[in-house]
């Protein structure tokens, strides 16, 4: 008990007790008291994902656009949805556009066109993963790892849309 007495003897007569705890601010910088909280999204992110998710649950499996084969069409769509659910948070919070995720060609002979968008190219695939310049997925073939290039899409002649901007 001695030594409680003689702390609180030295606050009394104004001395220092060794006590820091009021200073605890001048320790601790702004940017370490900024919770580190995954999965919340800049709003910019936030709102494309929101459109990205109303997108693709707008479109039917069983009704394809443009000139899609049904069975094309079904496993294009369940690929949107991997992508959807598995990195689609990721790549909006590091700048990838509808287009680079689900793209495809406008015009009406979409499954003609060899490119489109990370989900068309996986044809059953599987993303590995994915940062703030390209895409790296497997596709269901021996061997079958590949990439897709953010922006990518862009830079063709072609016009892309994301997939729910096609006609049925």
Same mark, same amino acid.
């Given at each position: ?13 104004? =001395? ?9 601010? =001048? ?5 370490? #008291?900024?919770? #580190? ?18 997108? $693709?649950?707008? !479109? #039917?499996?069983? $009704? ?19 992508? !959807? ?8 919070? $590091? ?32 993303? $590995? =993963? ?14 079958? #790892?590949?990439?897709?290039? =953010? ?14 901007? !096609?006609?049925?």
């Amino acid at each position: 008990m001695g030594h409680w007495l003689e702390l609180a003897n030295r606050l009394e007569m104004g =001395k220092d007790a060794g006590d820091n705890r009021d200073d605890r601010d =001048k320790r601790v910088s702004e940017e370490a #008291n900024v919770p #580190n909280v995954s999965n919340v999204l800049p709003p910019l992110a936030h709102n494309l994902l929101s459109e990205w998710t109303k997108g $693709i649950a707008s !479109l #039917n499996p069983d $009704i394809p656009c443009g000139s899609y084969p049904p069975a094309r069409w079904r496993q294009f769509i369940g690929d949107c949805h991997k992508v !959807l659910d598995g990195f689609a948070m990721d790549a909006a919070s $590091i700048g990838w556009t509808a287009i680079d995720l689900f793209g495809v060609a406008r015009e009406g002979a979409c499954y003609q066109h060899p490119s489109g968008g990370l989900a068309w190219r996986l044809h059953g695939g599987n993303v $590995i =993963k994915i940062d703030a310049d390209r895409a790296l997925y497997r596709l269901p073939l021996p061997g079958g #790892n590949s990439s897709c290039a =953010k922006g990518f899409l862009n830079r063709l002649c072609n016009p892309f849309v994301p997939v729910w901007e !096609l006609q049925p």
